[in-house]
């Protein structure tokens, strides 16, 4: 259905919106918290120093000036996980579910897009 280019932007920001209220809703149910960070430039950005190290996508290493050296899907993490912390986290979750956890004859794609219920936590 993706290959389809008139629907493919429609079916992919419907799947990232689902995951995002999976996200949420786990998170809520476990007692965390999501906060959602723009990705960009989080594996070019040194975690160390914040200088921006230029790289292609196939390289693997990041290698900054300061001396920082780790996998590039590694300081891109730490990159995020920075931006969530100065956020400091969402004003409110969009967290949706069921009052149940698991209901027989149902797939979990069917409960979290079921009835709606907000969660008591909010």
């Known amino acids: 259905m993706v290959k389809n280019h008139c629907l493919a932007k429609s079916i992919n920001d419907v799947a990232w919106s689902t995951f995002r209220r999976w996200l949420e809703y786990f998170a809520v149910k476990f007692g965390t918290t999501v906060v959602a960070v723009n990705p960009k430039m989080t594996s070019q950005k040194c975690s160390d120093c914040g200088?921006?190290?230029r790289?292609?996508?196939?390289t693997r290493t990041h290698?900054?000036?300061c001396g920082c050296?780790?996998?590039t899907?590694?300081?891109a993490a730490i990159n995020i996980l920075n931006l969530a912390k100065a956020r400091g986290g969402q004003s409110r979750s969009n967290a949706t579910g069921l009052a149940t956890s698991v209901l027989v004859g149902e797939n979990l794609?069917?409960?979290v897009t079921r009835t709606s219920v907000e969660s008591p936590r909010l």
């Open 51 to 53: 200088a921006v190290v």
């Open 55 to 58: 790289k292609s996508l196939s």
């Open 63 to 65: 290698k900054c000036a």
């Open 69 to 71: 050296e780790m996998q």
């Open 73 to 75: 899907d590694v300081n």
């Open 109 to 111: 794609l069917e409960q």
